[in-house]
């Protein structure tokens, strides 16, 4: 069963940090694109930042950009995202995301989709 579980999410205070983990099984994580999106409530989906198959050209939302870094562990077949400095407005439920054809694309046209981690960011 091709699968994607997200964990490290949490309660954080303003500026502080947190880790979330995206673990991939019946896969390889190693050839394709892992992207990390958000959605606060009320709000549309978010890209947040995304890694070619490659493991190359790591890209990040320009309000994210300087305090998130995305990163992928071959031998264990798990993406993160680390999560620095955070404010208050990266409150939200964040999924990570695998595209097949190993490019970093729009939302909708990645293949296989977590279930989500809630990050709250407030003191």
């Known amino acids: 069963q091709l699968q994607l579980v997200e964990s490290g999410g949490g309660l954080v205070q303003p500026g502080g940090s947190l880790r979330l983990s995206c673990a991939a099984s019946g896969f390889t994580l190693e050839y394709y694109a892992i992207g990390w999106f958000r959605q606060a409530p009320g709000k549309e989906r978010e890209a947040v930042s995304c890694i070619n198959s490659g493991g190359r050209s790591p890209n990040y939302a320009s309000s994210v950009k300087g305090r998130f870094t995305i990163s992928r562990d071959i031998h264990n077949n798990t993406a993160y995202l680390q999560m620095n400095s955070l404010k208050p407005e990266d409150t939200a439920v964040y999924y990570c995301?695998?595209?097949?054809?190993?490019?970093?694309?729009?939302?909708?046209?990645?293949?296989?989709w977590g279930q989500g981690t809630q990050v709250t960011v407030s003191s």
């Open positions: 995301a695998a595209e097949r054809l190993g490019g970093c694309r729009k939302a909708w046209q990645y293949d296989y």
